[in-house]
């Protein structure tokens, strides 16, 4: 079965500990996203990477850190700068290469992790 | 500033009635929207519009676009209590694959 993987589902974090979510996609897509979602906020774009061994901030990057070695895998830290982590995270993957411009705009979600700090 | 702008917030209806869920924009060098059905987890994939006018279907859910006025409707008819769920649009920005999202609906159907 094609699709985005996320683990674990829940995660509690100390003070002053980073914590690494990870997110793995066999969707062969190129682009990979990160989002934070609060309640009443939508989706906010913690970072993004359209091929491997780049990637680029989005709106909230602060406090956070992300790596792409591999094309299936987007591993995101919440490091312990982010004073409020507390929040449902969502990783998504789209097509970048020959698709369609149309194609290329429709991203796909994983099952998401909801990070609480105890 | 790109921005998209959903209304109402939240919603309660009864089973059985319609509902219109309603979506704005303003962004440059408008390409495309996309709705989404978020229930517990991840969102999924609805619909694409890229022309005025034309309505997508899905069983009881439709949308539409215009690109006038610079809106796009969301419809459920016959709403079941299984179409409880956040639904999100989300526009392409003009200058890569981000996508700009509104806050969402939350929409609770009582039985």
């Known amino acids: 079965d094609g699709g985005i993987t996320q683990s674990p589902k829940y995660l509690f974090r100390k003070e002053g500990q980073n914590v690494t979510l990870s997110c793995e996609q066999n969707l062969n897509h190129d682009a990979m996203y990160w989002y934070r979602q609060d309640p009443g906020q939508g989706l906010r774009l913690i970072y993004y990477s359209q091929i491997v061994n780049d990637f680029q901030k989005g709106d909230i990057a602060e406090g956070y850190s992300v790596s792409r070695e591999k094309k299936e895998s987007f591993p995101l830290t919440v490091t312990s700068a982010q004073k409020n982590p507390t929040a449902f995270y969502l990783c998504?993957?789209?097509?970048?290469?020959?698709?369609?411009?149309?194609?290329?705009?429709?991203?796909?979600f994983g099952a998401g992790t909801r990070l609480s700090v105890l | 500033e790109d921005k998209v702008v959903q209304s109402p917030l939240s919603l309660v209806v009864h089973e059985g009635d319609t509902v219109t869920l309603n979506c704005s924009y303003e962004?440059?060098?408008?390409?495309?929207l996309l709705w989404y059905k978020q229930e517990k987890k991840a969102p999924t994939f609805l619909f694409m519009l890229t022309s005025s006018g034309i309505e997508k279907k899905s069983g009881r859910l439709s949308s539409i676009l215009d690109k006038k006025e610079l809106f796009s409707i969301l419809n459920i008819t016959a709403t079941q209590t299984g179409d409880s769920a956040i639904y999100l649009c989300a526009v392409p920005m003009d200058s890569n694959y981000q996508l700009i999202w509104g806050a969402g609906t939350k929409l609770i159907i009582k039985p």
């Open positions: 998504a993957s789209s097509i970048v290469g020959l698709a369609g411009a149309g194609a290329k705009n429709i991203q796909y």
């Open positions: 962004v440059t060098n408008f390409r495309s």
